[in-house]
């Protein structure tokens, strides 16, 4: 069996690391019924606190966003530095809300274990989709529907 780097082309051909069975010294003891009950719900809110701030991506920071540049845009009479302001503060602040989604998947990973649950992975990724999905969905009935092109909802 070749296993030096350079027989093998510098490829690691055995298990990926992180990959063994977990092994714990001792079994984990956990809290009573109640308490796991308390986390259990606990680790609910947490859920519906990430699909929170992952709906904020869809209308509200932006739109929030929208009008600080056009602010900008008002005082200073700059256009491109109206949108310059609305972009740069719109990415910052979806880079912040992506930091706090992760912390809180973090600590909802901690309290399901908490809870008596063998959870080994989050739920920022299907959150995520899930949220885009819904997302696309309303902003194209909004376009196409209430505010687009042809719309008989909307005041001509």
Known sequence: ?????????????????????IKYRALPEYASARRQR?????AVLILAAMIFVCLLFWGPLPLAWLWVGSQVDYLTGSTFLGMVVAFFGLLFS?????VIMRRLDVAWILVRRAGGLDQREGKIGPVFAITCGLGTIAFTLWFLVIEGPGSHLAPQ
Do not use: A, H, N, Q
Request: glycine share 16%; net charge positive.
């Open 1 to 21: 069996m070749k296993t030096d780097p350079t027989d093998t082309g510098g490829l690691f051909v055995g298990r990926r690391p992180g990959t063994r069975p």
């Open 94 to 98: 979806l880079l912040v809300g992506l």
């Open 38 to 42: 308390v986390d259990r719900t606990l």
